[in-house]
């Protein structure tokens, strides 16, 4: 029974999952990832065949070289790295590792039809993928947190406002100033999702991941798919891509 691993570090925390072919078994996630917590999190596996990284940071080699005393095959997920994807990006290079995942775990989910790709995280990314699997790029903007930590940093008199747990529905019109903040960057996020589905093809699929996936989805005018795990579905599809497993 083989098994893999996918590792998905994003800016504030890192989430491993445990696979059998493309079967999740297991997932953790952890503020701080290293040697000791993945090899915890596979102790009880019996031994994992291949794993895949992939980072929004550029610090790896350390971890890669951890990773391969107890792992035969470690990969970080590159744009030069076959995928079941095609890139239609002018620097591919540049192009985040997590937004090539997320593309080709949207893939998974959906695979006739074009996809909007949103992972609202600490960033915000929206990206389109034509039905025939053609990555056709995308936009990238200051997630929930940012946005409000923005407003009170540069300017002199807006306070420091936390995004609530829940998210205010019913409403899109502040009544003091900390829900005006609020509602500004909900309603910032939830109307460019709106703009990028109006400007796509009509039987688009909008498929969010990220933090707030699930709550901003309680706010969209359209059928939203919300996945917590797009990021390592898409991870362990190209695991399996260049396992020549499917």
Known sequence: MAHYLTIDQGNSAAKMALWHDSTMLETRIVPHLSVDTVAQFVSSCGGVKAALYCSVASRSAELMAGLANFIPDVKRLTSDMPLPLTIDY???GSLGADRIAAAVGARVLVSDRPVLVVDAGTAVTYDA????GRFAGGNIAPGMNMRLEALHRFTA???RVEVPRELPSGEFLGRDTQSAMVLGAVYGIVGA??????HLPDDTVAVLTGG???ELSRLCSFPVVVEP???SKGLNRILLYNENKE
């Open 129 to 132: 993928v034509t039905a025939d």
């Open 229 to 231: 795990h797009l990021v």
């Open 193 to 198: 999702l709106e703009y990028y589905k109006r």
């Open 90 to 92: 002018g620097t591919p």
């Open 157 to 159: 008199r807006l306070p």
């Open 212 to 214: 707030w996936a699930t």
